[in-house]
């Protein structure tokens, strides 16, 4: 079946915009994660959604990054008035979860760059 | 929140020898500890994983080994390959929780 898709697979943005990527994970999955990747670093994570429970938004770097999930199923994570540190690869996962860890499936990314 | 540590951030061998990669975590309440594997510009996906109910599990070349007492599980990958060289990444979650992630392992398998 279809794996977890993320759109545009590239952002190219100047300095002071705001950004809007995707998610849309795999069907029936009711976790979804979004993680920062920068070169050749770790995993940092964003924002976990799991069901109808309030976002776990703890590794949110400032108020100018946002994420919703509409209808338990794709998310959106806005960043606005983007700054150079801000380029990145941006992951997103999904998994089922349903009262134990699951794997999570990871979308290809979205390179944004911040000029 | 969960502290996971993961050690060597690089890791270099022959072809044909063994790889072990160690993490420790700090909650005792962490039951699911998985391992990523991540080739240069692809996504991270799953190679193993382990639940706390068991203390080793074993795929082909790849094991994972699970201490729950002391808090740290390994990744060990016998007769490496070429292909094996990846960032590796070990994790830890509990019952409806999220993964926290090690800062990952650069694996290189020389020929």
């Known amino acids: 079946g279809a794996g977890v898709s993320q759109s545009p697979s590239n952002k190219v943005t100047e300095k002071g915009k705001d950004v809007e990527l995707r998610c849309d994970p795999i069907?029936?999955?009711?976790?979804l994660y979004w993680y920062r990747q920068s070169l050749g670093q770790g995993l940092e994570f964003l924002i976990y959604?799991?069901?109808?429970?309030?976002?776990?938004k703890s590794g949110l770097p400032s108020d100018r990054f946002s994420a919703e999930r509409t209808g338990g199923s794709v998310s959106t994570l806005t960043i606005q008035r983007t700054q150079q540190e801000d380029s990145a690869v941006y992951l997103c996962?999904?998994?089922?979860?349903?009262?134990?860890?699951?794997?999570?499936?990871f979308g290809p990314g979205t390179r944004l760059t911040v000029t | 929140g969960e502290n996971v540590e993961q050690h060597p951030s690089t890791l270099s061998v022959q072809e044909g020898d063994s790889a072990v990669i160690k993490c420790t975590y700090s909650d005792s309440a962490s039951n699911y500890f998985p391992w990523y594997k991540q080739e240069l510009g692809k996504r991270p996906q799953l190679i193993i994983d382990i639940r706390s109910n068991v203390g080793e599990k074993k795929d082909q070349r790849i094991a994972v080994t699970l201490n729950k007492t002391a808090k740290h599980f390994s990744l060990h990958i016998t007769e490496t390959q070429p292909e094996d060289s990846a960032v590796y990444f070990c994790a830890v979650s509990s019952t409806l929780g999220r993964l926290y992630f090690g800062r990952g392992t650069q694996l290189t398998v020389w020929p």
């Open positions: 069907s029936g999955h009711t976790a």
């Open positions: 959604f799991q069901g109808n429970s309030a976002p776990d």
């Open positions: 996962a999904s998994s089922f979860s349903q009262g134990a860890a699951y794997e999570q499936y």
